[in-house]
């Protein structure tokens, strides 16, 4: 029976490396590392998190993406992320607090998951007020200032900015081997002409408004992606024309969207289906 129970093993193995299942595979020994904002503190298990202390506070929600992918590799998390945090945050850390830059000196880590780069301009703030509360036009002055400033994070010309600062450190506080991913931000409206029910506070936002928000965090994604790949790290595109068909982004009525909704007690943040579909997407791309 020994000698059987080898040979089951044996095929078990093969059958996994075949067909590609997780289930199956030997664990890897090592460490998910996540740094960054609020896109990756996670949600609660029931109900919606609160952001009141989000200023000062650096939480964690129980159910995180940055686990779920460490369950899926095999591997242990660690998340030091926090709500509100900026490129120069993870450098020198936060109200006196450890730069979280500073974890990275563990030689155990395998992976890292960076979601950084959307809080550095308050002007994303009022962005998004224009956007919903008012009529705004591309003539608007806080959208030509936000629209202006992405290159400070990231000169497609000079290699410069404030995401290299960050990317500069991180490359070279890493092992070798040790596989980077850069998260995109995944705010985006669905067109007016798309045809549909969407929630209420959608229903004022026109067409040219949808362009601009869309233009605007378009800006930012290609800020990040363009930096990442300077640096040879692995953009995680976050937005596919599939969602809209799939109810997945911000004005679906649909409860396994991305987004939380405008108005909700933490809009423009991932819902729980969006840390899993985050999830997802980073291991669909650790897999490639």
């Not at 395998?110 to 780069?117: A, F, L, N, Q, Y």
């Not at 669905?190 to 040219?208: D, H, M």
């Not at 840390?275 to 650790?286: M, Q, R, S």
Request: with cysteine; glycine share 10%; hydrophobic share 40%.
């Amino acid at each position: 029976m020994k000698r059987a129970g080898v040979v089951v093993a044996a095929l078990l193995v093969a059958f996994s490396g075949i067909t590609g299942g997780s289930a199956l595979a030997t664990p890897q020994q090592g460490e998910v590392l996540t740094l960054g904002d609020s896109y990756e503190v996670g949600v609660p298990k029931v109900g919606l998190p609160s952001f009141a202390d989000a200023a000062t506070t650096c939480f964690q929600q129980p159910i995180q993406a940055s686990a779920i992918v460490a369950s899926g590799m095999g591997m242990t998390s660690k998340n030091v992320a926090c709500s509100n945090a900026t490129t120069t945050e993870l450098i020198t850390g936060r109200n006196g607090g450890v730069p979280q830059l500073n974890s990275l000196s563990d030689p155990n880590i395998k992976i890292v998951r960076v979601s950084i780069g959307g809080n550095d301009y308050h002007e994303l703030d009022e962005y998004y007020t224009c956007i919903v509360v008012k009529q705004c036009f591309n003539g608007d002055k806080t959208l030509k200032q936000l629209l202006t400033t992405f290159p400070l994070l990231w000169n497609n010309q000079t290699h410069t900015g404030k995401l290299g600062d960050v990317y500069s450190i991180i490359k070279s506080r890493i092992q070798p081997g040790t596989k980077v991913l850069i998260e995109g931000y995944p705010v985006y409206f669905a067109p007016v002409s798309f045809g549909r029910i969407e929630v209420p506070l959608c229903w004022g936002i026109n067409q040219t408004e949808r362009n601009i928000a869309n233009d605007g965090i378009s800006g930012l994604n290609s800020a990040v992606k363009s930096a990442a790949a300077y640096y040879g790290f692995t953009y995680v595109d976050p937005f596919a024309s599939s969602w809209f068909d799939k109810n997945l982004d911000l004005c679906s009525i649909s409860g396994s969207k991305y987004i939380q909704t405008i108005g909700l007690p933490i809009p423009f943040h991932p819902t729980l289906s969006g840390v899993n579909t985050k999830a997802a997407h980073d291991l669909a791309t650790l897999h490639q």
